[in-house]
């Protein structure tokens, strides 16, 4: 027998919102319900999210970072042992892209460390001058950039050279950024960069972390900040505990946990992409397929930031069997 909060949620097929009551109910299921609810976040997801979204990312600048992102390894509040470098070659971000497009990746992303680009500095001019070189040689690619806080201007400059999405997580509630993230900017400067690219018309992909210690609660805030935010695309992250960072020995988050929290984006997102990214090979392993069957209709492939992930063709024979679902 379906428990009747979730009977009550299969309006959502027939089109109707998800009321925040409901979701409340939602958030305290426990065992066999929450495969229940992850099915119909599953069914949600073939009707009306039916695009499959696959993209890489190359990091192009590491480390050095003055903010305090508490689960970040390229903080320099943080210390982590990773491969510190400036800017990379245009050259290099070509070659990178170029190996993704013939591993049939459809989105190429540039991220960079740091607070991000607030003025037309040089090396903003170098990012969207790479960009543009890219598209030019790699003509059927889309690339997309991760590049911090931007101004209305940088913004504008961005939105013009044509990024496919910008990416900026919101990482968790706003209520919780300040204990559970970062002291040095706050969610406000990361919902002004969304706002400034979506008055450009820029497609905007921002999600966050489970696992930093957030309640279900928070969670389910941070879906609704999202759907405000009308983002094109909400990546979902599991916490990849990283040596040298205040979270190196954070406990895990059960799965069951981590697969309600997913169906409930879907729930409460109907439309969007929702894209596992990082933690799904690296601290998933085996419930990855579980999870990629609780809503999600995208993934990140080939490896994240600083650590490595999965081969792009193994990602997509597996992404071929779970679409059986
Ligand atoms: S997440 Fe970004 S802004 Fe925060 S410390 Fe890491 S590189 Fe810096």
Redesign the pocket.
């Known amino acids: 027998m379906i428990n009747k909060y979730i009977q009550e949620a299969y309006k959502i097929l027939d089109g109707k919102q998800l009321e925040r009551e409901l979701v409340e109910q939602l958030m305290d299921l426990k065992g066999e319900d929450i495969l229940d609810l992850m099915s119909l976040a599953n069914k949600i997801k073939k009707k009306f999210a039916v695009e499959s979204h696959v993209c890489t990312i190359m990091n192009v600048k590491s480390g050095m ?1 003055k ?3 508490k ?2 390894s ?2 320099m509040h943080n210390n982590s042992d990773i491969e510190r470098y400036a800017l990379s070659s245009t050259s290099d971000m070509v070659a990178q892209a170029k190996e993704a497009n013939k591993a049939d990746i459809a989105s190429f992303g540039l991220v960079t ?3 991000g680009y607030k003025r037309v500095n040089p090396e903003f001019k170098k990012i969207v001058s790479s960009i543009e070189k890219i598209k030019e040689e790699v003509p059927h690619g889309k690339v997309c950039a991760a590049i ?1 806080l931007l101004s209305d201007e940088t913004a504008k400059v961005l939105s013009e050279v044509g990024i496919a999405n910008y990416n900026i997580n919101l990482q968790t509630s706003v209520d919780a950024y300040g204990d559970l993230v ?1 002291t040095t ?1 706050s969610s406000a400067d990361r919902i002004e960069t969304i706002k400034h690219l979506k008055k450009y018309g820029s497609k905007v992909c921002s999600g966050g972390i489970i696992g930093l210690g957030e309640t279900m609660k928070q969670r389910v805030d941070m879906a609704f900040t999202l759907k405000e935010l009308d983002v094109d695309v909400i990546p979902l992250n599991v916490l990849v505990p990283m040596q040298g960072t205040p979270l190196e020995n954070q406990e895990p988050t059960p799965v069951s946990e981590i697969a309600k929290t997913f169906a409930l984006f879907r729930l409460i997102n109907p439309t969007k992409v929702i894209k596992f990214a990082a933690g799904r090979e690296t601290v998933m392993k085996d419930y990855q397929g579980l999870l990629m069957t609780a809503g999600a209709n995208g993934y990140l492939t080939g490896g994240y930031l600083t650590t490595r992930g999965r081969d792009a063709q193994d990602d997509a024979k597996f992404e071929k069997e779970l679409a059986m679902f």
């Open positions: 970072c903010e305090d992102c689960f970040c390229q903080s460390s740091g607070t911090g970062s900017h």
